[in-house]
């Protein structure tokens, strides 16, 4: 009966974090799907989004929640940044160069952020009230967050499917030889599809950081969840990725019920594995 109780508890509380871990692999996913790139500077970014709402929220006293759109148009730029430096250059070699590019960037980060905020914990204090369901609270940062995630979800789909740049973006995805020709400018759409990942990334960051302390460092395991939830969802198919982190999130609600939490990593990555091993496309297939 306690298990019972406690799987009540934190099931609901696992799934909804499930949306925004889905956010976070969607940008992980598209960049992949789109240009073949592991973006391995994906949990710096995730990390840069914390400390925007961190600044927005305690230096210019903004809602955090409005704060993500100039939050999601500066990470549009960052990302057309990054990729123009660092990784159009190699967008065409073998996947090593991309790999250490995009790594490289994660290093910088990693270290300017470290100089200039340190490794101490922040914390965005920000309460939004909790909606109480039986024995169940949830809470209303939670709530709002995965409001936000559906409606990212749902910009993303109309952008892909009902819009020239995402029907471009879809194009060069699936032959970029052949968009090409049909003349499609392939280099700024990848740098758009590089982009949008890095937005998704930091209003995903932007959103954890209203539940848990966050420093610099704190993006790498929401960048470890992202590999996980796109094995799941299957690796370029944006909208798959948020059924991924709903599965996520759903198992990390589950298993504190009945075994320590330190096993929860290790049976995240051992479905990743067994995903691999077995359907290596995803649950969902890969789309393009």
Known sequence: MQQFNLLLASLPDGILLGFVYGLAAMGLTLIWGVMNVINLAHGPIIALGMFSTFFVYSKLGLNPYLGVVPIALLGLLFGILIYAVAVHRVINAPHLSSLLATFSVNMIIIGLGTAALTTSP???????GSLQLGSTTLLGTR????????????????FLYRTRPGKHIRAVANNRAAAEL????STRIL?????????????SGALI?????????????YELKSFVIGVLGGLGNPIGALFGGLILGMLEGIIPAFLETSWVPVIEFGLFVAILLVRPNGLFGAKK
């Open 122 to 128: 922040y914390n965005v204090d920000f309460f939004a």
């Open 143 to 158: 709530l709002i967050a995965a409001f936000v995630t559906l409606l990212f979800t749902g910009g993303l789909y109309f």
């Open 182 to 185: 049909m003349g499609i400018p």
């Open 191 to 203: 740098a758009l599809s590089f982009g949008l990942g890095t937005m998704l990334a930091a209003v």
């Open 209 to 221: 950081a209203t539940f848990f302390p966050f420093n610099i460092l704190s993006g790498g395991g």
